[in-house]
């Protein structure tokens, strides 16, 4: 009897030293996440990998919380190479900074066509030809519209003077001009394009498709070389997360669509329709080809004036070792998107 006692509180000690121990793991902090700020210039479909890894947790997961701001490349670039920003989506103003000597690189792009339209109300204006000479309304000068326009004219052998591009900024100010015909033709996005009203296309009609002309790196990822050089792993959690994004986007249709509608409240149907124009461009690597590289710089480094022997080489712009090395492990694992 006296050694069950002893054995009843042997084990009676040893339990409360259990539950001590667990109730202090329990009081001991979680590792702090690595706070991250991004920009991206709009809430649309062009971003639902990463909009689609942040409602999926995919970020959390590797141990990073987002703290999403809204600006242009005008705005997040100045940032990012100060050290205040750790990445932006708008690798097109990425590239014209490093072509002006800024240490930053593209790191994952998004789609390689730009989701976009050359419109106009003018019955005489029906292809590029009509255009010679005329001004393109855009949203502004050095942005992916105007370089997609530009990557357009060389295609076709035409010089980067054939016309002129007016910069007309954010918000409806491209739509209004369409409708009043104060421009001959105006640049508009996919989003913008699924937000037309019937009276808005009394008159109005597509001139030319830059979706189906024009291959170049659209959307992405952008970060700066102190980055990639002194937190490496912060790197490649970002990346990894952003890359589960994508293969969720692409395997799972309907499911990112409310996912992306919801992460930016945007309107179902035109979400949807931008949605759905997206989709067939989106890269599943997040890589694009050596040429569709060297013709973005060559682009660039021309409307920035750079001499051809100046032009630096597209590693110097991108760097898609890191993401690589992502889709290489993520294989290796097996992993796969769930619902």
Same mark, same amino acid.
């Given at each position: 009897?006296?050694?069950?006692?002893?054995?009843?509180?042997?084990?009676? /000690?040893?339990?409360?030293?259990?539950?001590?121990?667990?109730?202090?793991? +329990?009081? =001991?902090?979680?590792?702090?996440?690595?706070?991250?700020?991004?920009?991206?210039?709009?809430?649309?479909?062009?971003?639902?990998?990463?909009?689609?890894?942040?409602?999926?947790? @995919? @970020?959390?997961?590797?141990?990073?919380?987002?703290? /999403? =701001?809204?600006?242009?490349?005008?705005?997040?670039?100045?940032?990012?190479?100060? #050290?205040?920003?750790?990445?932006?989506?708008?690798?097109?103003?990425?590239?014209?900074?490093?072509?002006?000597?800024?240490?930053?690189?593209?790191?994952? =792009?998004?789609?390689?066509?730009? #989701?976009?339209?050359?419109?106009?109300?003018?019955?005489?204006?029906?292809?590029?030809?009509?255009?010679?000479?005329?001004?393109?309304?855009?949203? &502004?000068?050095?942005?992916?519209?105007?370089?997609? /326009?530009? &990557?357009?004219?060389?295609?076709?052998?035409?010089?980067?003077?054939?016309?002129?591009?007016?910069?007309?900024?954010?918000?409806?100010?491209?739509?209004?001009?369409?409708?009043?015909?104060?421009?001959?033709?105006?640049?508009?996005?996919?989003?913008?394009?699924?937000?037309?009203?019937?009276?808005? +296309?009394?008159?109005?009609?597509?001139?030319?498709?830059? @979706?189906?002309?024009?291959?170049?790196?659209?959307?992405?990822?952008?970060?700066?070389?102190?980055?990639?050089?002194?937190? &490496?792993?912060?790197?490649?959690?970002?990346?990894?997360? &952003?890359?589960? #994004?994508?293969?969720?986007?692409?395997?799972?249709?309907?499911?990112?669509?409310?996912?992306?509608?919801?992460?930016?409240?945007?309107?179902?149907?035109?979400?949807?329709?931008?949605?759905?124009?997206?989709? /067939?461009?989106?890269?599943?690597?997040?890589?694009?080809?050596?040429?569709?590289?060297?013709?973005?710089?060559?682009?660039?480094?021309? +409307?920035?004036?750079?001499?051809?022997?100046? =032009?630096?080489?597209?590693?110097?712009?991108?760097?898609?070792?890191?993401?690589?090395?992502?889709?290489?492990?993520?294989?290796?694992?097996?992993?796969?998107?769930?619902?």
């Amino acid at each position: 009897m006296r050694a069950l006692a002893k054995n009843f509180i042997n084990f009676t /000690v040893c339990l409360c030293a259990v539950i001590a121990f667990c109730g202090a793991l +329990l009081m =001991v902090p979680a590792a702090a996440a690595d706070q991250v700020w991004i920009a991206i210039p709009g809430l649309s479909p062009n971003s639902a990998f990463f909009m689609v890894a942040d409602e999926k947790g @995919y @970020y959390k997961e590797e141990g990073i919380e987002v703290h /999403v =701001v809204m600006a242009g490349g005008g705005t997040s670039i100045p940032a990012l190479i100060s #050290g205040q920003m750790q990445f932006s989506a708008s690798t097109g103003s990425s590239i014209s900074a490093i072509l002006k000597g800024a240490k930053l690189k593209v790191v994952m =792009v998004g789609q390689d066509r730009p #989701g976009a339209q050359i419109w106009s109300s003018r019955p005489d204006v029906k292809s590029l030809t009509d255009l010679k000479g005329q001004q393109i309304g855009i949203q &502004s000068i050095g942005d992916t519209g105007q370089m997609a /326009v530009l &990557s357009l004219l060389r295609k076709a052998g035409l010089p980067s003077n054939y016309l002129s591009f007016t910069p007309m900024g954010t918000g409806n100010a491209r739509l209004a001009a369409l409708k009043v015909k104060a421009l001959p033709a105006v640049l508009l996005n996919w989003f913008e394009i699924a937000n037309l009203r019937p009276e808005d +296309l009394a008159e109005a009609h597509p001139v030319i498709d830059l @979706y189906n002309d024009v291959r170049m790196p659209y959307n992405g990822l952008a970060t700066s070389d102190a980055l990639i050089s002194k937190n &490496s792993d912060l790197l490649t959690r970002f990346i990894r997360a &952003s890359m589960k #994004g994508t293969a969720y986007t692409l395997a799972f249709h309907d499911q990112s669509i409310k996912l992306v509608t919801a992460y930016g409240k945007l309107p179902p149907a035109a979400t949807k329709f931008d949605f759905d124009k997206m989709i /067939v461009s989106a890269l599943p690597d997040g890589t694009v080809s050596d040429e569709v590289q060297s013709a973005e710089i060559a682009i660039r480094a021309q +409307l920035l004036g750079i001499p051809a022997d100046k =032009v630096p080489p597209n590693s110097a712009v991108f760097d898609f070792g890191p993401i690589r090395k992502v889709t290489a492990q993520l294989k290796a694992e097996g992993w796969k998107p769930t619902p």
